[in-house]
């Protein structure tokens, strides 16, 4: 069956620092890959989704970016953390095509301070 | 592209009551529409999906509807519990990535 990890799992950072969290998927392959922001609200902001490897979309201009080395794994990553990329993160796969279901990681929780 | 409108964003409710959840959606060509249940401090987890040629699916206390006319789907829980408590989504397919409603925080009071 296929599982998804997504660590760390929180995540304290001063402003200024760099970030890296990792997703990788298991039990598929060619995942569509999806990382997505969760702020103060409940809504589910899409920031990145990946198709293929080196293959990424950016659905928000901003201070983060997105790496794709391995077919199943997908790295969020930041030079320079701002006080507002404190969210919760959250990393989700598909299979590919169109109308298909997303599942998602158990999240990590990013505050910068 | 696609846009999803979804209400009530807060929705109260006594235990055993039914909860209604409302989502609209702007493409009409989006075909695949599921629902997540988002409990706290933890990912949001497929629960139920409709497809565009079914018009109603169910599972247990949940169901959903679909009117492709119309364009909008409803989740609805019977028998509520105080585990239904929790944050619900609704979403539509664009042609590579799910759009979602901005969720529905269900509270079942005992």
């Known amino acids: 069956s296929q599982t998804i990890h997504q660590w760390p799992a929180t995540l304290v950072q001063p402003v200024g620092s760099p970030l890296s969290l990792e997703c990788t998927v298991e039990g598929t392959s060619n995942p569509n890959l999806y990382w997505y922001r969760q702020a103060a609200g409940r809504g589910l902001q899409l920031l990145f989704y990946s198709v293929g490897i080196g293959q990424i979309s950016s659905e928000v201009p901003q201070n983060l970016s997105a790496s794709r080395p391995q077919d199943r794994q997908f790295i969020l990553s930041s030079k320079k953390l701002l006080l507002s990329d404190s969210g919760f993160y959250l990393c989700a796969w598909s299979v590919g095509g169109r109308g298909t279901e997303a599942f998602f990681g158990q999240g990590t929780r990013l505050t910068v301070v | 592209g696609e846009n999803v409108e979804q209400h009530p964003s807060t929705l109260s409710v006594q235990e055993g009551d039914s909860a209604v959840i409302k989502c609209t959606y702007s493409d009409s060509a989006s075909n695949y529409f599921p629902w997540y249940k988002q409990e706290l401090g933890k990912g949001p987890q497929l629960i139920i999906d409709?497809?565009?040629?079914?018009g109603e699916k169910k599972d247990q206390r949940i169901a959903v509807t679909l009117n492709k006319t119309a364009k909008h789907f409803s989740l609805h829980i019977t028998e509520t519990q105080p585990e239904d408590s929790a944050v619900y989504f609704c979403a539509a397919t664009g042609y590579s990535t799910l759009t979602f409603g901005k969720g529905t925080m269900l509270l079942v009071s005992p």
């Open positions: 409709i497809r565009s040629n079914v």
